[in-house]
């Protein structure tokens, strides 16, 4: 019984991470950490930028929202969806894991995000594009930026990984 105990708590976790950049080095570290604490799901929430940098993400169950800087938004879609047929890509993912209704998007679509946390549906909801970590109660809402991996902005680089269940989360640095 506590075998499977177990197995259930681990699947309450899932990883978040976004703005990658195609820092590619930083990218297989936070992947690394996240198949370490055997988190099997995966928000990216945006701005990989090419469909190259998106091959690192096979080995997860991983829902993607394109960012403002993913101008190859078809290919990294199809290179996403060919490694999982479960994947997804979008510019907003809804969607209910382990019971637990969540949304996201990059946050360069101001208004969207806005919708998403106003909306009253979603404990969670997701996003990047600022590369400033988040971590904050709108209403009902909480709302997650998990920093950045890549690009020239802000804070230390940064990933987070959230219980679904118990709300502990943890942002984790890359260095």
Same mark, same amino acid.
């Given at each position: 019984?506590? %075998?499977?105990?177990?197995?259930?708590? @681990?699947?309450?976790?899932?990883?978040?991470?976004? !703005? $990658?950049?195609?820092?590619?080095?930083?990218?297989?570290?936070?992947?690394?950490?996240?198949?370490?604490?055997?988190?099997?799901?995966?928000?990216? *929430?945006?701005?990989?930028?090419?469909?190259?940098?998106?091959?690192?993400?096979?080995? +997860?169950?991983?829902? #993607?929202? #394109?960012?403002?800087?993913?101008?190859?938004?078809?290919?990294? %879609?199809?290179?996403?969806? &060919? @490694?999982?047929?479960?994947?997804?890509?979008?510019?907003? +993912? =809804?969607?209910?894991? &382990?019971?637990?209704?969540?949304?996201?998007?990059?946050?360069?679509?101001? $208004?969207?995000?806005?919708?998403?946390?106003? !909306?009253?549906?979603?404990? #969670?909801?997701?996003?990047?594009? =600022?590369?400033?970590?988040? !971590?904050?109660?709108?209403?009902?809402?909480?709302?997650?930026?998990?920093?950045?991996? %890549?690009? =020239?902005?802000?804070?230390?680089?940064?990933? *987070?990984?959230? !219980?679904?269940?118990? %709300? &502990?989360?943890?942002?984790?640095?890359? =260095?």
């Amino acid at each position: 019984i506590y %075998g499977d105990r177990m197995s259930i708590l @681990l699947l309450m976790k899932i990883g978040i991470l976004s !703005d $990658t950049h195609n820092h590619i080095e930083n990218l297989q570290k936070a992947l690394a950490i996240f198949k370490q604490r055997k988190i099997e799901i995966l928000i990216h *929430c945006g701005d990989v930028n090419t469909p190259e940098t998106a091959v690192n993400l096979q080995g +997860f169950l991983v829902h #993607y929202v #394109y960012g403002n800087t993913d101008h190859a938004q078809m290919h990294i %879609g199809s290179v996403v969806r &060919d @490694l999982n047929p479960q994947n997804s890509a979008g510019l907003v +993912f =809804t969607e209910e894991i &382990d019971g637990v209704k969540l949304a996201a998007t990059h946050g360069h679509l101001f $208004t969207e995000l806005e919708k998403l946390i106003a !909306d009253g549906r979603y404990p #969670y909801v997701f996003h990047g594009h =600022t590369h400033q970590r988040r !971590d904050e109660m709108v209403g009902q809402t909480r709302v997650i930026n998990p920093g950045a991996l %890549g690009g =020239t902005q802000y804070e230390p680089r940064s990933i *987070c990984i959230l !219980d679904l269940h118990s %709300g &502990d989360l943890e942002f984790i640095e890359i =260095t």
